[in-house]
């Protein structure tokens, strides 16, 4: 058996208790649009310390390795938030930190990577996605901590699906941006072992949006791919690992135009005073765009590491 299909609600309640004290339980909110189709709420893991819920998988990952395994460090492949939250653990517990990037990565990230002691090593995005598909690269010391293919990454996001439920037992459906795919399986496996009744969702960005025409297809399938604001989410391809986890239990995948995702960003901002980043920004898109029905809807909003001059082009209502 693939080892992603095999976590378990005992590895995520075991995953909540290793975080406990040190990742927050981000509030989750109402949507205060009043034209809102729906009742949404936002879950806003841009509170996290460093700005997302990778601060969750990357956690998990460590905290749970063997010592042994981190004598030579840390390091990820990342485009900048993964790669913020290995760091973040990598300084408090004194180990060495590694973050190879896409040579796209927005400054904002890079710079908060400096902040962290980071070393950054860019690459071309093809071979950014490369080391993501082979787990390794030439030279590279220390354990790899995977973005989003890895049973204790997955186990760490999933503890956000054990939130939901708690502060909103009768949510009809989860809304959840995808990229890697680690973050919307993990909350599908923990909403799904508890109440196989609540839908979850995959959200994507048209610019390479695989997901969604591959659960069309009904097989993986290769989708043109162009970078955009909505950095940390969109590809030409749905990664092997993922797809029997992504195609067995998400209920369906959404794709929405760079105008929607940069919409619902600013109306984010104006009712409920949160800055998101593109991809934190892409959930609200398609709940907005009424793209599945309930009456009870929870937006993931994975993050808040946005470009300052982005985020003011999109409140002056264009798109960067």
Not at 85 to 95: D, I
Not at 149 to 159: C, F, Q
Not at 295 to 312: A, H, M, P, Q
């Amino acid at each position: 058996m693939n080892a992603l299909d095999s976590i378990s609600l005992a590895d995520i309640q075991a995953a909540r208790a290793r975080l406990a004290g040190t990742v927050l339980h981000t509030p989750l909110v109402r949507f205060n649009f009043p034209q809102a189709v729906a009742d949404i709420y936002l879950k806003l893991e841009n509170l996290q310390p460093v700005g997302s819920f990778k601060l969750r998988a990357a956690g998990n990952a460590i905290l749970g390795a063997d010592r042994t395994r981190l004598a030579d460090g840390v390091w990820t492949a990342s485009a900048g938030n993964m790669a913020q939250a290995v760091g973040w653990f990598a300084r408090r517990l004194g180990l060495a930190c590694t973050a190879i990037v896409p040579d796209d990565t927005p400054a904002a990230k890079l710079a908060a990577l400096q902040r962290l002691q980071v070393k950054i090593v860019p690459l071309p995005f093809a071979d950014y996605q490369s080391i993501q598909r082979n787990h390794a690269h030439p030279g590279m010391p220390g354990l790899l901590i995977h973005p989003f293919a890895d049973p204790a990454i997955i186990a760490g996001d999933a503890t956000l699906g054990l939130e939901i439920l708690e502060d909103l037992p009768d949510v009809d459906a989860i809304f959840v941006p995808y990229g890697g795919g680690g973050l919307s399986c993990g909350i599908a496996s923990a909403v799904h072992a508890i109440n196989p009744r609540v839908k979850v969702f995959a959200a994507e960005v048209d610019s390479g949006a695989p997901l969604t025409a591959s659960l069309a297809a009904g097989h993986p399938v290769v989708v043109p791919y162009a970078a955009s604001f909505v950095s940390g989410i969109g590809a030409p391809f749905v990664f092997p690992q993922m797809w029997p986890l992504a195609s067995r239990l998400l209920d369906g995948a959404f794709a929405l135009g760079i105008a929607q995702v940069a919409e619902a960003l600013r109306l984010q901002v104006e009712w409920n005073h949160v800055v998101a980043e593109g991809a934190g920004a892409v959930a609200l898109a398609a709940a907005l765009s009424s793209k599945a029905g309930g009456r009870k809807i929870v937006c993931l909003v994975s993050g808040g590491n946005l470009d300052t001059n982005k985020l003011v082009t999109i409140l002056q209502g264009g798109v960067p």
